[in-house]
T-cell receptor, first 111, second 113 residues
Framework: DSGVTQTPKHLITATGQRVTLRCSPR?????VYWYQQSLDQGLQFLIQ???????AKGNILERFSAQQFPDLHSELNLSSLELGDSALYFC??????????FGPGTRLLVL | GQNIDQPTEMTATEGAIVQINCTYQ??????LFWYQQHAGEAPTFLSY????GLEEKGRFSSFLSRSKGYSYLLLKELQMKDSASYLC??????????????FGRGTQLTVWP
């Protein structure tokens, strides 16, 4: 158990819909990272937050957005969903050290 | 951009030793990580190298050569449960992107009895 929690574990929705994925980092960790993992793309970095502020952006689509709240939990919002958005979405957190610890992931299926 | 290469698949037998290589080309390099990921599960941290040399941790060791842009993960006394994908990830610190990791596509290791 990494100490990072993610909800929900599974999500099934339809094209065009909007969903919100939630992540709680390990106690004391200020950085939160979001990743997307699909079978053909590997682990793709989406976005990083540090203590409530956006720190780095990766291959995140404009239909996707994220934020980190004062209590340090983070949410990833995915809108106008397409079939190709079906993937595993991981959240990771890190503290003052370098290592990122991953949550169990949310498996999203868009039908 | 970042270029991280590792073999797609490897196989080995129980009790054997396997070495998984990773080469990278990047600017702002500040460390290399290895993660293990079982299918459908979260990546779990195995090792971190920032200086040249070998880091040993039980059955697993990781080596880094910064000048060659090269790392390997060595797994000894292989067990069936070691069958998993092994991800090489490079940490890049550049401007505001502190701590960002770039991942390779992963090496799927299958351990046979």
């Amino acid at each position: 158990d990494s100490g990072v929690t993610q909800t929900p574990k599974h999500l099934i929705t339809a094209t065009g819909q909007r969903v919100t994925l939630r992540c709680s980092p390990r106690s004391g960790d200020l950085s939160v990272y979001w990743y997307q993992q699909s079978l053909d793309q590997g682990l793709q970095f989406l976005i990083q937050y540090y203590n409530g502020e956006e720190r780095a952006k990766g291959n995140i689509l404009e239909r996707f957005s994220a934020q980190q709240f004062p209590d340090l939990h983070s949410e990833l919002n995915l809108s106008s969903l397409e079939l190709g958005d079906s993937a595993l979405y991981f959240c990771a957190s890190s503290g003052g050290g370098e290592t990122q610890y991953f949550g169990p992931g949310t498996r999203l299926l868009v039908l | 951009g970042q270029n991280i290469d590792q073999p797609t698949e490897m196989t080995a037998t129980e009790g054997a030793i396997v070495q998984i290589n990773c080469t990278y080309q990047t600017s702002g390099f500040n460390g290399l990580f290895w993660y293990q990921q079982h299918a459908g599960e979260a990546p779990t941290f195995l090792s971190y190298n920032v200086l040249d040399g070998l880091e040993e941790k039980g059955r697993f060791s990781s080596f880094l050569s910064r000048s060659k842009g090269y790392s390997y993960l060595l797994l000894k006394e292989l067990q069936m449960k070691d069958s998993a994908s092994y991800l090489c990830a490079v940490r890049v610190d550049r401007g505001s992107t502190l701590g960002r990791l770039y991942f390779g596509r992963g090496t799927q290791l299958t351990v046979w009895p």
